[in-house]
């Protein structure tokens, strides 16, 4: 199995040093995770096979690359634990813009709570706690009815009115996706399997339809969807004409440089191309 490189993962972060867990130790880890891992599904396009296992996902990370949720928040709960903070997995299920209502928690994300971390506005001391949603959340919130300003982003924290005593996050009106319901029971990884399997190889898999490179920071998001690169909220909107442009842009905005020899990169460069004109046109 893979050994844990808990001071490799934090220099990936730019952490030098965590300190004792407390609720500032947490926003601060979560926005440096956010900053510097990026969402991305390229290894869908790539035909790679990753697995869900927080260990795995760890390794991805220290090699230099992202992931989506199961890795992204997988990688960063084991994190969390190793620097001593109380974290709990949960079953997620996250409702697009295009679903008329909540999904439920079906799986379709994994969520992270901490717990024990008392601060000011949250006596409780319970925390969501995501990496792993793309233009979500940039620091914790607190696991506790409210609105929360984030950036240039608003979300609502309220009781689910689908998953029994779980909680519900209403995302900002210019996010990505609608809500998020979170399952109040722990989870564990087999729970995640079959969805992650089939979002990472169905044909009908969203994850199969376009490439998406996401990254939060303190003000906005940089998003590419396809060739299109959104850099949000007042960067504009280009699209990336050329192979040498995006693999720019992975560079530049985004940190990623995958590990590619000339055929495959210019493989992917194609299949991105592809996905990218097929979306367009649905």
Do not use: K
């Not at 952490?15 to 891992?37: F, K, M, N």
């Not at 991305?40 to 989506?68: K, M, Q, W």
């Not at 998406?212 to 690169?229: A, F």
Request: hydrophobic share 35%.
């Amino acid at each position: 199995m893979f050994e844990f490189d808990v001071a490799g993962y934090l220099n990936r972060l730019g952490i030098t040093d965590p300190g004792r867990p407390s609720a500032e130790g947490l926003a601060a880890l979560q926005r440096a995770h956010v900053e510097r891992v990026p969402y991305e599904n390229l290894h869908v396009h790539l035909g790679e096979i990753t697995t869900i296992n927080p260990y795995d996902s760890a390794a991805r990370i220290l090699a230099g690359r992202g992931g989506y949720c199961y890795h992204l928040n997988g990688a960063f709960s084991l994190l969390l634990s190793a620097l001593g903070y109380s974290v709990r997995w949960h079953r997620a299920g996250v409702q697009g813009r295009d679903e008329p209502g909540p999904v439920g928690a079906n799986g379709n994300h994994l969520g992270l709570t901490v717990h024990g971390l008392p601060a000011r506005g949250n006596p409780d001391g319970m925390w969501l706690v995501d990496v792993g949603l793309g233009d979500g959340p940039y620091s914790p919130l607190p696991l506790r009815p409210g609105e929360y300003p984030d950036g240039p982003h608003r979300y609502v924290l309220e009781p689910s009115t689908v998953e029994l005593l779980g909680w519900r996050m209403r995302h900002d009106p210019a996010g990505s996706f609608a809500a998020l319901d979170l399952r109040a029971d722990t989870a564990v990884p087999s729970e995640f399997q079959a969805m992650h399997e089939w979002l990472s190889t169905a044909p009908e898999s969203p994850y199969a339809r376009v490439v998406t490179v996401q990254r939060r920071h303190g003000t906005g998001v940089d998003m590419l969807r396809g060739r299109i690169l959104h850099r949000l909220p007042d960067g504009g909107v280009r699209e990336l004409a050329s192979r040498s442009e995006w693999y720019e842009a992975l560079a530049d905005v985004f940190g990623l440089t995958p590990d590619l020899g000339e055929y495959e990169r210019d493989q992917l460069w194609r299949r991105v191309s592809a996905a990218h004109e097929a979306w367009q046109s649905a």
